[in-house]
């Protein structure tokens, strides 16, 4: 054999033993073959990424005119009956109003809350007596987001204000700030006034707020403006707005809504303290009797507009505008007063063409508890939903009351009889003349300005002042009669000057022949007026105890601080000369309630009304 191959039979050899041992022997000698590993498995395909939602739904909440209820306002809502008719349902308080927020809030993480005004002023005794800071805190425990400012926000004046948004004990007022909460912390929700504007031309606060809302990868944005009624000057103490304008609100609006579309917005609404009223129910959608300086404003607004959120006519409604005037498509609510009902607003947005494409809302009832008025018990009903009670919002009005009960309760006099704010044939009423007397008894000493007559006007009159059985009446009574914390003003008039204010009753902006705001008078002046005699010469057969006034005569006058600079229209207030300001007027009346018990309240014989 050639020697050259005895390799190649050796190697030959060796892979037939090979061979031979995987086919089975059973008997290996050792050996394990090579086997190799399986391809691996391909990779399942990624799933697809979610789809962008066509649209969206974003939920406001709205509320307006709270006025500083914290305690259940013992009002009802008249509402349907499952079984037809109606049913009384007890509405109500700042802890259930918390707890029926973040109730509706829960159907949709997509939502804000807003406020359209007079969250504070002419607030209860529990809010008032503290400058409203209880409410202030309550409000940041439910956590909205805007409060458009309301002419009340102005009862203490635009510094004030400013410390109810920022916070802090600066003292503004006769009242001491933080008597409990010694760090105030003001307001963590935003305050808007787009027509509110000082003499920089800057707004007293931002005109607007964005909120902006995510799903599955797609972003919507809804822009709010806020506002008050550009009316605001002429109903609050002018000296609180001093070097403030307040423009119009449609126009404010219009001139806003290119710069918010601009920055993204996809839906525009429009949160003004300004309303009207209607014929029918909480929550009827017919717009049935739609009236009120609403209207002027919402036939101006841009239809862009999608929500018009509005108060300050206390009353509730739901009305797809519509139907009133078809070029402006704006859906309007009004959510009363109080915090007895909130509005529930739902918004579809086109997250392509960036358009609402689907609007309603409900007004729903913040019912919480039960409450007897006179004979008559409003109890809760199953036919509409109950809320319970905030815990944190109701601690914390329970630390108020606690404190002010001492106050609350303290009796200052007796009354024979209840006295009533409701208006005579003559439109006097017996509190608000009781009030006057008790202003010129305060006033009438030569150091205390030796006044002659005074003035209260029926604004101010915030109560009836009804004694308990056994007459008396509390120091919490005549606060709630008068919360504004008003000091007492006297000032020298003539008979020319206090004849012109007279005439202003019927004449002087929103005071008119149609809808005139009668002063109520001291026991010391009597007068007569006629509707139908030409403006100007309305006023007739002035009298000072008795004796026929003269134009050129000087008289000492006393109103209130909210009067004496010509607040409700009263301009010719501001003429008056040799000024002396005086007590608050709550404790003018505390004093004569106490000098004159058992007081028997006044009659109202001191106008005359002729044909």
Do not use: W
């Not at 007596?129 to 009340?152: R, W």
């Amino acid at each position: 054999m050639h020697a050259s191959l005895k390799p190649r039979l050796a190697l030959a050899g060796i892979v037939l033993a090979a061979l031979s041992a995987c086919g089975g022997s059973g008997n290996s000698n050792g050996f394990i073959p090579f086997i190799p590993s399986p391809a691996p498995a391909p990779a399942p395909p990624a799933p697809p990424p979610p789809a962008t939602p066509g649209s969206m739904d974003v939920k406001l909440i709205a509320f307006n005119d709270l006025h500083g209820n914290l305690e259940p306002p013992r009002l009802s809502i008249t509402a349907p009956s499952k079984s037809g008719g109606t049913v009384a349902v007890p509405a109500g308080g700042a802890a259930y109003l918390a707890s029926a927020i973040a109730s509706l809030k829960a159907k949709n993480e997509n939502n804000a809350v807003v406020s359209a005004g007079d969250m504070v002023g002419a607030s209860p005794l529990v809010s008032a007596l503290f400058l409203d800071e209880p409410t202030i805190e309550a409000v940041n425990e439910m956590k909205i987001d805007f409060n458009a400012v309301g002419n009340h926000e102005f009862d203490k004046g635009q510094t004030e204000l400013l410390r109810m948004k920022n916070g802090g004990c600066a003292k503004n007022t006769p009242l001491e700030p933080c008597r409990v909460n010694k760090a105030f912390p003001g307001a963590n929700f935003g305050f808007l006034a787009a027509n509110t504007v000082k003499t920089d031309g800057t707004t007293l606060f931002p005109a607007t707020g964005m909120k902006t809302f995510t799903k599955d990868g797609a972003t919507v944005k809804v822009a709010f403006i806020g506002m008050t009624l550009k009316g605001t000057p002429s109903i609050v103490t002018p000296s609180g707005v001093a070097g403030l304008s307040f423009k119009d609100e449609a126009d404010t609006a219009n001139a806003l809504i290119p710069q918010l579309k601009a920055q993204g917005a996809d839906a525009i609404v429009v949160v003004v303290h300004e309303g009207g009223t209607t014929t029918v129910g909480y929550n009827d959608k017919s717009c049935a009797g739609l009236s009120g300086d609403i209207l002027p404003i919402l036939d101006k607004l841009d239809a862009s507009v999608d929500v018009v959120i509005s108060g300050h006519t206390h009353r509730s409604y739901i009305c797809d505008y519509s139907k009133t005037n078809p070029a402006k498509p704006f859906l309007l609510t009004s959510a009363g007063q109080y915090g007895t009902l909130l509005t529930d607003i739902n918004l579809t947005i086109d997250t392509r063409t960036r358009k609402v494409t689907a609007k309603s809302a409900d007004n729903v009832i913040v019912q919480g508890e039960a409450f007897t008025s006179g004979a008559n018990t409003i109890a809760l009903t199953d036919q509409y939903p109950a809320f319970g009670k905030n815990q944190q919002v109701a601690a914390l009005i329970s630390q108020y009351l606690s404190i002010a009960a001492p106050l609350v309760q303290r009796v200052v006099g007796t009354l024979s009889s209840p006295a009533t704010r409701t208006q005579t044939a003559s439109r006097e009423s017996v509190l608000g003349n009781l009030i006057a007397d008790a202003q010129l008894d305060a006033t009438s000493a030569s150091n205390k300005g030796g006044a002659q007559i005074a003035f209260m006007n029926p604004g101010g009159v915030r109560a009836d002042l009804v004694p308990a059985g056994d007459g008396s009446v509390t120091y919490g009574q005549i606060f709630s009669v008068q919360p504004f914390g008003n000091s007492l003003v006297v000032k020298t008039m003539t008979g020319a000057q206090i004849k012109a204010v007279l005439e202003q009753q019927f004449n002087s902006g929103t005071n008119t022949v149609a809808s005139p705001r009668v002063l109520l008078p001291s026991r010391s002046l009597t007068y007569s007026y006629s509707l139908s005699a030409p403006a100007g010469s309305r006023i007739s057969s002035m009298a000072l105890n008795g004796t026929a006034m003269t134009d050129g005569t000087s008289y000492r006058v006393t109103m209130n601080s909210f009067l004496a600079t010509g607040g409700d229209n009263f301009t010719v207030f501001n003429q008056g000369t040799d000024t002396l300001g005086g007590d608050q007027d709550v404790d003018a009346l505390e004093a004569y309630i106490k000098a004159n018990s058992p007081l028997a309240p006044p009659t109202t014989n001191r106008i005359t009304v002729l044909p």
